[in-house]
Antibody, heavy 122, light 107 residues
Framework: EVQLQQSGAELVKPGASVKLSCKTSGYTFSNYYMSWLKQMPGQNIEWIGNIYGGNGGTGYNQKFKGKATLTVDKSSSTAYMDLSSLTSEDSAVYFC???????????????WGPGTMVTVSS | DIQMTQSPASLSASLGETVSIECLASEGISNDLAWYQQKSGKSPQLLIYAASRLQDGVPSRFSGSGSGTRYSLKISGMQPEDEADYFCQQSYKYPWTFGGGTKLELK
């Protein structure tokens, strides 16, 4: 059974950084991309970027370059996202989601983590 | 970026009613479209991929159609457990983008 377990809620001060984790099980981590996504309360979902479990290769939404840094630890099948210079605009729920890629059917998010709520407040 | 415009923003349906949600892309996306269901306080779940293919385990009352820039999700026979937010998402071009969502309630 594919499972994505995300780290717990974070309360951080403005200007600080935070590192979120997404520990996976039930599939071969190095064969898939992992995406990170942002959802502010009552709002649309935004795609932050992808990271490949096999070699750590990344692709980012231009909007989040400089804000988010994606990494992986293959030994523990865990993906990480660092968020830096946090402001109130970064307060949101952040999801990790496995990317299923198919030449015929395209790319889509087939399994999601439960989300991590990040609150930026002094 | 490709803009995904969903309509309606909200709707209510009676038990057993057929419901349709539309998604309009700002340019052609060649059926690289998925639909997700998000229940309150939960993470999204994949319903439909490649515009019309049903994800394993999703009830057959859900179906997707469309081409080019216009796509739709249909629920044939509203059930209480279908109360949720629904989002479309394109993966044709980076950055991948989502529609603004449709809140579906049981009347």
């Amino acid at each position: 059974e594919v499972q994505l377990q995300q780290s717990g809620a974070e309360l951080v001060k403005p200007g600080a950084s935070v590192k979120l984790s997404c520990k996976t099980s039930g599939y071969t981590f190095s064969n898939y991309y992992m995406s990170w996504l942002k959802q502010m309360p009552g709002q649309n979902i935004e795609w932050i970027g992808n990271i490949y479990g096999g070699n750590g290769g990344t692709g980012y939404n231009q909007k989040f370059k400089g804000k988010a840094t994606l990494t992986v630890d293959k030994s523990s099948s865990t993906a990480y996202m660092d968020l830096s210079s946090l402001t109130s605009e970064d307060s949101a729920v952040y999801f990790c989601a496995r990317v299923y890629s198919s030449y015929i059917y395209g790319w889509y998010f087939d399994f999601w983590g439960p989300g991590t709520m990040v609150t930026v407040s002094s | 970026d490709i803009q995904m415009t969903q309509s309606p923003a909200s709707l209510s349906a009676s038990l057993g009613e057929t419901v349709s949600i539309e998604c309009l892309a700002s340019e052609g996306i060649s059926n690289d479209l998925a639909w997700y269901q998000q229940k309150s306080g939960k993470s999204p779940q994949l319903l439909i991929y490649a515009a019309s293919r049903l994800q394993d385990g999703v009830p057959s009352r859900f179906s997707g159609s469309g081409s080019g820039t216009r796509y739709s999700l249909k629920i044939s026979g509203m059930q209480p457990e279908d109360e949720a937010d629904y989002f479309c998402q394109q993966s044709y071009k980076y950055p991948w983008t989502f529609g603004g969502g449709t809140k579906l309630e049981l009347k």
